[in-house]
């Protein structure tokens, strides 16, 4: 059978994506604006629905950035409503491993995988920083290479948890020491339909790669294009025998973006203006700032990039993963600026944009088909750009071509996020 | 028949949905559905780290979208969780059920427990109320540190938001501190309903602080009637308005037959015509059977008494009991008029 696709659904949270000026673009927290994109996506045979998370507002230059959308309510809790409204879409929460702790979050998940049916999703990300610290019990005292040590024992935890009540339906005693948690007792909640719920990592490094390859059943990546793509997936996948584990045991799986046209050129056209709506004068500023670490509001953002060098030591911004280095993300820059004659505001929409897919229907089916047949990725997490309606035009003018094609299913084939990813259900240990 | 007698206040009704446990949303979904049929103000579900069953937030919110009107109260514990995460989780309840959240805040004191998370040892109870109470206290500070409003989508300037209604909390507790602001915009009722069981001596302190409703249990009227009285006297000594503390009596109920819910009816009826309180909490040995006999047999006869309500007046908990969208304590802080 040809490689089938996987597709799921962001709900753009916390984001500089959503065209939040578009008349078409309603509240980013009213659950109903949840539901209409959760039911879009089921309509659309989806596997899944997915949130981030951030645990502290982002600041720049001291002060609440507020260009963006900001503001979203927690997820496991918009989860657990939205499968009272859902059949079968899978469900899944980015929530840290950092600033929890694996008794009750292995106890949240298996509630929401009860509460729906066998579809709960963990998105276990790692971030670490004392600013988002700042918010809880412990502060920020986690060291950046401990936050995967914990992140893995925060998971193998969970699952003894998962794994503790006997197949009659009795609860039997567990007790975990290790280098981070040392815990004992009883979990209050029978094995979940799932066994476990489906885990999703996010995060780049090669301890990120090793964990999503040990752990994972999903990888949510940013590498978007043809040959970053390929080559990710090759790596990953290549990480998986010695832990035992089969390539298809791990979907692969970028964020991207889409636009879509009557013709290729207004596509084109409807994208370079979605890009314009995303990086407004101010944005392209502070998106400079961010690499700059320095205040460059003097700058006009329709001339050229600043010839002074980013300052390394800066704490300019807070609350944002950081981009990598920031002298070499300024070269980078400079170099295409450069090359292209491009502005300041240019610069930086031709540098932050994601994987997008634009074109006519048939030309985004076609481009989704080609990356997931040459193994670049083994399904992909949809961005739209409008909330909540962005993903309608995708799910009626696309989705049909995906299923014509063979690649996309008709059908859920069963009621479990499991079955839709073809994972099986986990053998229960101990 | 002389005219049924109209209360200047109507009873405030609520039930537990508890009972032994469930793993299926279905079994909490009728019966959520059953009591809002009876038009009860909300219904409860108890939880611990320690007893078997699902998270009571998390069934709630599944319980949400399922229904329209009735409140929905889940226990929430204080002890071993993050304070940050529990005002988010709460305040995400009431934006999922567009303002029918409550929740009840208890606290974790056994060894067996603390042994789950292995974070600090188990506390005696007096500390961890006192811990609750710092929570209640930085959780309304979270609700407000968004203004309402502070949504602008101002074009012209390219702000998604104004800053200035936004707010830091800087909690300083005993055992945890909160910067702020929140992640999650206010919810639809301010802040959701804070629900006390003020039985034992710790969670009474924390009732008359932070309760919008506290629970009693009493033998008899004139022994409610004393609590309330003492609960509403504490609270306006630490500078509230007892008018907004509502104060139920919460009463275990077994009802095997249409004329124990009667019996059940007259008993309300009685206690709350002597001023025991303003209402009821009822606690069903077995939710399934004894509900259906309270919103059949006992909620018509107090309707037909007129002491309850035959419909919902409004949308939200608060508007159910009859007490004003909670005020925020920031709104003026930053403002220059
Ligand atoms: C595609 C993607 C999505 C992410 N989403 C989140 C998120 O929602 N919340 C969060 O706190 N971190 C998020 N992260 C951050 C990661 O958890 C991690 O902290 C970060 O990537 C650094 O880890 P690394 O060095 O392994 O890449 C995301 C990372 C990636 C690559």
Same mark, same amino acid.
């Given at each position: ?106 106890? @949240? ?33 986690? =060291? ?27 609860? @039997? ?112 500023? $502070? ?60 610069? $930086? ?82 | ?88 989780? $709460? ?62 989508? =101002? ?169 004003? @969208? ?12």
């Amino acid at each position: 059978m040809t490689k089938q696709m996987h597709l799921a659904a962001h709900f753009p949270g916390v984001n500089n994506t959503t065209v939040w000026a578009d008349p078409r673009s309603r509240s980013q927290i009213d659950f109903s604006s949840f539901v209409h994109l959760a039911r879009t996506a089921e309509r659309g045979r989806f596997d899944f629905f997915f949130l981030a998370e951030g645990l502290r507002l982002r600041e720049h230059k001291g002060r609440i950035h507020d260009l963006d959308v900001v503001g979203r309510p927690e997820s496991l809790t918009v989860l657990g409503a939205l499968a009272a409204v859902t059949e079968h879409l899978g469900l899944a929460a980015t929530v840290n491993a950092t600033f929890n702790e694996p008794y009750e979050l292995a106890r @949240r998940f298996a509630s929401l995988d009860h509460l729906s049916g066998g579809r709960a999703a963990w998105n276990v990300v790692t971030s670490f920083d004392a600013f988002t610290g700042e918010n809880f019990r412990r502060g920020g005292y986690l =060291d950046r290479a401990d936050r995967y040590t914990r992140a893995a024992e925060f998971v193998a935890t969970a699952r003894e948890l998962w794994d503790s009540w006997t197949p009659e339906g009795t609860p @039997r005693p567990f007790a975990h020491q290790g280098q981070h948690f040392s815990i004992s007792g009883e979990f209050t909640v029978p094995r979940s339909p799932q066994g476990h719920p489906v885990v999703i990592q996010a995060g780049d490094s090669g301890e990120g790669r090793e964990f999503a390859a040990s752990t994972a059943d999903i990888v949510f990546t940013r590498h978007g294009t043809l040959e970053a793509g390929r080559e990710f997936y090759a790596d990953v996948k290549s990480r998986l025998a010695k832990y035992g584990r089969r390539p298809e045991d791990l979907k692969i799986m970028p964020g991207v973006t889409f636009v879509l046209g009557d013709t290729d050129a207004e596509a084109q056209e409807k994208a370079a203006d979605i890009r314009r709506r995303q990086v407004s004068a101010q944005n392209a500023i $502070v998106a400079l700032e961010q690499i700059w670490g320095r205040d460059l509001s003097a700058y006009d953002p329709d001339g050229p990039l600043p010839e002074i060098d980013p300052d390394p030591e800066s704490e300019l911004v807070k609350g944002r993963v950081k981009v990598g280095d920031p002298f070499a993300v300024a070269a980078k820059w400079r170099a295409l600026s450069e090359a292209k004659g491009l502005s300041i505001r240019q610069t $930086v929409i031709e540098t932050t944009g994601r994987q997008s897919f634009i074109g006519t229907p048939a030309s985004v089916a076609a481009q989704l088909t080609e990356f997931v047949t040459a193994d670049a990725a083994d399904g992909f997490i949809l961005v739209p750009h409008l909330t909540p309606g962005g993903l309608d035009d995708f799910v009626d003018r696309v989705v049909p071509l995906l299923q014509e094609r063979g690649v996309f299913r008709t059908e859920y084939s069963g009621p479990t996020l499991r079955s839709h990813l073809g994972l099986p259900t986990p053998v229960r240990k101990g | 028949m002389p005219p049924p007698r109209t209360p200047t206040r109507p009873l405030h009704l609520a039930a537990d949905i508890g009972g032994s446990p469930h793993y299926e949303a279905r079994h909490y979904t009728a019966l959520a559905r059953l009591a809002e049929r009876g038009t009860l103000d909300f219904v409860t579900l108890g939880d611990s780290f320690a007893r078997p069953g699902l998270d009571a937030l998390a069934v709630l919110a599944r319980v949400a979208p399922a229904t329209e009107r009735i409140g929905l109260v889940p226990t929430v514990t204080t002890t071993h969780t993050e304070p940050f995460h529990v005002s988010s989780a $709460v305040a995400t309840l009431d934006w999922v059920s567009r303002g029918r959240a409550g929740w009840s805040p208890e606290v974790s004191t056994t060894e067996a427990e603390a042994a789950l998370f292995g974070r600090r040892p188990a506390a005696p109870a007096a500390d961890l109320w006192h811990e609750a109470r710092e929570v209640a206290d930085v959780a309304g500070r979270l609700w407000d540190s968004w203004e309402d409003g502070a949504e602008i989508r =101002d074009e012209p300037t390219g702000r998604f938001i104004d800053r200035d209604k936004l707010h830091y909390v800087d909690f300083e507790g005993r055992t945890f501190s909160v910067r702020g602001p929140a992640i999650v915009p206010r919810p639809p009722q301010g802040h959701p309903v804070t629900v006390i069981d003020a039985t034992a001596p710790e969670p009474r302190a924390a009732a008359v602080r932070h309760a919008d409703i506290a629970l009693v249990r009493a033998e008899d009227p004139a022994a409610a009637r004393e609590l309330r009285e003492e609960l509403r006297d504490r609270a306006r000594a630490h500078g509230r308005d007892p008018e907004r503390l509502r104060v139920l009596v919460s009463l275990p109920v077994q009802l095997h037959t249409t004329a124990d819910a009667v019996g059940l009816a007259t008993l309300i009826g009685d206690w709350y015509e002597q001023g025991a309180a303003e209402g009821f909490h009822l606690r069903p040995a077995e939710p399934e059977r004894d509900l259906a006999l309270l919103v059949d047999g006992t909620v018509p006869v107090l309707q037909h008494r007129g002491l309850l309500r035959r419909f919902y007046p409004g949308a939200t908990l608060r508007e159910h009991l009859g007490l004003a @969208r909670a005020a925020n304590q920031y709104a003026h802080a930053g403002s220059p008029s």
